[in-house]
T-cell receptor, first 115, second 110 residues
C-alpha cells in the first residue's frame, strides 16, 4: 500500500520550453504533497508543500512563478517548470501523505535534462 | 536553525560487522526523527521513525535528546543493507515537512 507514482521518469527538452511532472497517489488520498529537488550527490531539498484545493507553500529561495504547483485533487499534484533552462536540470521527487501524523511516501522521481 | 547533520558520506564495512550511521539534529522544540533508505534504483522508503520505537530489518535508532542525536544501528551488517541512508527531521506544526540530512552511503562487503 501507499504507492506514489511519478510521470515521466525522465524528460529531455530544449531550453525555453515548459515541462509538467505529475505525482499521483495510487491507493490513498493525499491531503498533502511535497516537491523536492535533488542535485547529484546531494540531499533532497524541499521546494514546496501543497494541499489539495489550496495554494502551495514555497520554501525560501524557490521561485513560485518558475515552479508552478497545482494540487487539484486528492490523488494528483503537478509541478510545471516554466521556461526551463539548463540550470533547472535536476532530479525532482514528490511525496504524499494522507494525514497530519502519517509519514511521507515517495515517488520514483523525475530526471529533468534541459539542453 | 533547523538542521540535520550526517557527518559520514560513506561507511564501508564487512558483512557481519556492526554498523552505526550517525545523525545529529538542531531544532528548537520537539521534532520527530526518521530514517529513510534508498536501495539502488529504488525509491526512497521509510525505514524507522522514532515514535514507533521498533526494529526494522535489524536496524534500531534511539532518540537522544541530550545529545540531539538519532544514530542508526545494526549489530551485524548484511550485504543487502548496502544503500543510501537519510536521516530526516519533522517539526511540530505546519504540514510536518521533512528536513533531510546529506545522506550516508553504506557499503557492506562480503
Amino acid at each position: 500500500g501507499a504507492v506514489v507514482s511519478q510521470h515521466p521518469s525522465w524528460v529531455i527538452c530544449k531550453s525555453g520550453t515548459s515541462v509538467k511532472i505529475e505525482c499521483r497517489s495510487l491507493d490513498f488520498q493525499a491531503t498533502t504533497m511535497f516537491w523536492y529537488r535533488q542535485f547529484p550527490k546531494q540531499s533532497l531539498m524541499l521546494m514546496a508543500t501543497s494541499n489539495e484545493g489550496s495554494k502551495a507553500t514555497y520554501e525560501q529561495g524557490v521561485e513560485k512563478d518558475k515552479f508552478l504547483i497545482n494540487h487539484a485533487s486528492l490523488t494528483l499534484s503537478t509541478l510545471t517548470v516554466t521556461s526551463a533552462h539548463p540550470e533547472d536540470s535536476s532530479f525532482y521527487i514528490c511525496s504524499a501523505k494522507w494525514g497530519g501524523n502519517q509519514p511521507q511516501h515517495f515517488g520514483d522521481g523525475t530526471r529533468l535534462s534541459i539542453l | 536553525a533547523q538542521r540535520v547533520t550526517q557527518p559520514e558520506k560513506l561507511l564501508s564495512v564487512f558483512k557481519g560487522a556492526p554498523v552505526e550511521l550517525k545523525c545529529n539534529y538542531s531544532y528548537s522544540g520537539s521534532p520527530e526523527l526518521f530514517w529513510y533508505v534508498q536501495y539502488s534504483r529504488q525509491r526512497l522508503q521509510l525505514l524507522l521513525r522514532h515514535i514507533s520505537r521498533e526494529s526494522i530489518k535489524g536496524f534500531t535508532a534511539d532518540l537522544n535528546k541530550g545529545e540531539t542525536s538519532f544514530h542508526l544501528k545494526k549489530p551485524f551488517a548484511q550485504e543487502e543493507d548496502s544503500a543510501m541512508y537519510y536521516c530526516a527531521l519533522s517539526g511540530s506544526g505546519g504540514y510536518n515537512k521533512l528536513i533531510f540530512g546529506a545522506g550516508t552511503r553504506l557499503a557492506v562487503h562480503p
